[in-house]
Nanobody, 126 residues
Framework: QVQLVESGGGLVQAGGSLRLSCEASGRTFSSYNMGWFRQAPGKEREFVAT????????NYADSVKGRFTISRDNVKNTVYLQMNSLKPEDTAVYYCAAKGRPGTVWDTMLGSWPYWGQGTQVTVSS
């Protein structure tokens, strides 16, 4: 079992930046692949980015490639999402998720990720 708590959301103008954090507690953080997903109003939750347990492999949705960076600190039990060049269409609740090995970062189906945080709101104004 792992508990996830997101922070860092807020209101930002288009073109601005935010950094989201997700702190994990419970069992060994470094055993888990981690991911960020988001859900905009009236839309289904979607994949944003994932990172392997070691941090050596990352995977991004096409819509955020080149703008968002996922990283992790296995000493601090924290995964980050650096979001640059934000657009109004990035407005959503952002969720942190975790799944143990042997799952991979390439499996981005929601049902493959058993652990979820409560979400943090990101609003990008035009």
């Amino acid at each position: 079992q792992v508990q996830l708590v997101e922070s860092g959301g807020g209101l930002v103008q288009a073109g601005g930046s935010l950094r989201l954090s997700c702190e994990a507690s419970g069992r060994t953080f470094s055993s888990y692949n981690m991911g960020w997903f988001r859900q905009a109003p009236g839309k289904e939750r979607e994949f944003v980015a994932t990172i392997s347990w070691s941090g050596g492999t990352t995977n991004y949705a096409d819509s955020v490639k080149g703008r968002f960076t996922i990283s992790r600190d296995n000493v601090k039990n924290t995964v980050y999402l650096q979001m640059n060049s934000l657009k109004p269409e990035d407005t959503a609740v952002y969720y942190c998720a975790a799944k143990g090995r042997p799952g991979t970062v390439w499996d981005t189906m929601l049902g493959s990720w058993p652990y979820w945080g409560q979400g943090t709101q990101v609003t990008v104004s035009s």
